[in-house]
DNA sequence: AGAATAGTGTCTTTCAGACACTATCAT
DNA sequence: ATGATAGTGTCTGAAAGACACTATTCT
């Protein structure tokens, strides 16, 4: 916009112009490890290959839009659970040829959801298999993400992606660590009500480290995020943990 | 992409898709505050407001290509200029009525420029002005920019924006805030060489608190990312200041 | 000498890391 | 009682804020 031969380009289909996409990272947790939903490519071009569910997008509706209605069509989410579910835009990839059949533009995007959506999610369609992410602690840097089915136990065939969707991953997990502790993110892959045991997992997972038991929990309680339940969880045969329930900054 | 129906959209014309544009936030510092160029509109729609300079996307350029382009034909940066400048891409903006001609997407980019590249640029364009911004402190919200013309000393009447273009610019401000304390953005205002007081100069512009200037040497000191020169600066009345030089982490 | 800023020494407070300890539940 | 984890008290060290002080340059 604010060009000013804009006037002659006017008619909407004067000038080609690239396609626009959206693509979604679906993040849950398995085994204490980022986890992603991804789909076998059947077709050409790289077909065998695993990609991340996407749609174009709409002239009728948003980015965020577009979005959720792929939580709801490839995800096999309801619109109340694709309410809940924390989708938030993470960059928009735009390199020439990273689409070899034409010229697309994908604005790609992270969805956050606890454990259970994410086993239902994977349930709902049959073409969804979950991957587990392992990412090199470089510190700030790309890095490279390697995924593995999540059959896969001794880690021996990592997943190989279509088009950019490595980089994009890596550009999911840098977000996430990044954002994890002067935002809410973690929540969004917990359920309703926690215990501070599996906050401290969440954190763990996403920066592949392990954190100081005391510090973590004064450094949570202080912040105010989070409300005690009163009630205590259940089915352990050890002393049960206090149950939080996230709640907003007063 | 990754779209099962996609073989039948082999035709890149056969469905009707968003136009694509880059939007670019071009900001240096006046005044002791942040400053961006802009242009204002005289066609409508918006015509009167006051625009970021973008350009469409073309089908064989990247995003970060475009953006580039920008930089040079309406900031008139020369290829050497333009490259130096830093140039990062902010986020995708893509509200179904953000334009009223059409459907149009587009992706800001936040150029970050010394405050003689700043200059050059506004005087190479008579249609370029340039414009303080004034942001409340809100803590993280997105807050309401305000911009005033460099000549409205009394910061007297608002420039209004076009489009969602004040959306933008509250966003741009936004991520340099997130992103001055654990990056090298701020160095990206300076030139080549300044002394420790500029570089708190552009902190405190970009967050809008003034800090404290001990515990501000030592961290930059400490974070080793500063090479002294051994020069100082020149033209005080009082005692010069050591003068040093950004240097990557080893 | 005086003015003005550069640059530092040090005290205090805050907070993270570490470790050990106590508390509580199921069996 | 035992085992296992929840949850806390406290020491230590690192780093920020505050304040005052010294250093250096120009006029």
Redo the contacts between chains.
């Keep these: ?3 000013e031969a ?2 002659e ?2 008619d ?2 004067a ?7 959206v ?1 979604l990272v679906l993040m849950g947790l398995r085994e204490g490890r980022p986890a992603v939903l991804l ?1 076998e ?1 059947k ?1 050409h071009p790289h077909a065998g290959r695993w ?7 709409g ?6 839009g577009a979005a959720g209605r792929v939580l709801r069509e490839k995800a096999g989410f309801s619109p109340v659970e694709a309410a809940r579910t924390r989708l938030e ?1 993470l ?2 990839f ?3 040829d990273r ?1 070899p ?7 790609a995007y992270l969805a956050l959801m606890p454990e259970a959506a994410f086993m239902k999610a994977l349930e709902s369609d049959a073409r969804l298999s979950a991957a587990i992410l392992v990412v090199p602690w470089d510190g700030t840097t790309g890095g490279i993400v390697e995924a593995f089915s999540l059959g896969d136990r001794d880690r021996a065939t990592p997943l190989s992606f ?2 950019d969707h490595a980089e994009i991953l890596a550009v999911a997990i840098l977000r996430l660590r990044g954002k994890l502790d002067y935002s809410d993110v973690a929540f969004a892959l917990l359920p309703e009500v926690f215990t501070l045991r599996q906050l401290q997992d969440v954190h763990q997972a996403i920066l592949g480290t392990s954190l100081n038991k005391p510090a973590f929990r004064r450094r949570m309680l202080d912040r105010g995020w989070l409300a005690p339940t009163g009630s205590r969880e259940g089915g352990t045969s050890f002393r049960p943990a206090e149950l939080y329930r996230f709640q907003e900054m007063p």
């Design positions: 916009m604010t060009e804009f006037l380009a006017y909407p289909a000038f080609a112009r690239p396609a626009l996409t693509d789909i490519r077709e990609a991340l569910p996407g749609s174009f997008v002239l009728d509706e948003t980015l965020d835009q960059y928009t735009g390199a020439v689409d059949r034409m010229r697309i533009v994908t604005v279509a088009f």
